[in-house]
Nanobody, 119 residues
Framework: QVQVVESGGGSVQAGGSLRLSCTAS????????LGWFRQAPGKEREFVAG????????SYADSVKGRFTISRHDAKNTVYLQMNNLNAEDTAVYYC????????????WGQGTQVTASS
């Protein structure tokens, strides 16, 4: 069982920045594929960003490219999402997700953290 806990959400004005953090338990953290998703009120959960083991590659939703950066610190069992130039459309609950070895989908999720950007 992997415990996933997000932190760092909050409220900012449009154009502001936030950094989300997510810690995941387990001694094999470095082997995890990690991702961030979000869900706005009345909308489906959507992919935001992902990072493979050893940070060998990253991917982003088109809507956040150039503004958001995903990174990982394996020694701290932590993945980050730096969010810059936030706008109202970024307002959502953000979820951290973990894909463990041998799985082809994200199989552990955090509880979510609220991000609100007001114009």
């Amino acid at each position: 069982q992997v415990q996933v806990v997000e932190s760092g959400g909050g409220s900012v004005q449009a154009g502001g920045s936030l950094r989300l953090s997510c810690t995941a338990s387990g001694r094999t953290f470095s082997s995890y594929v990690l991702g961030w998703f979000r869900q706005a009120p009345g909308k489906e959960r959507e992919f935001v960003a992902g990072i493979r083991r050893s940070a060998s590659s990253t991917s982003y939703a088109d809507s956040v490219k150039g503004r958001f950066t995903i990174s990982r610190h394996d020694a701290k069992n932590t993945v980050y999402l730096q969010m810059n130039n936030l706008n109202a459309e970024d307002t959502a609950v953000y979820y951290c997700a973990v894909q463990t070895v041998g799985r082809d989908n994200f199989n552990y999720w955090g509880q979510g953290t609220q991000v609100t950007a007001s114009s």
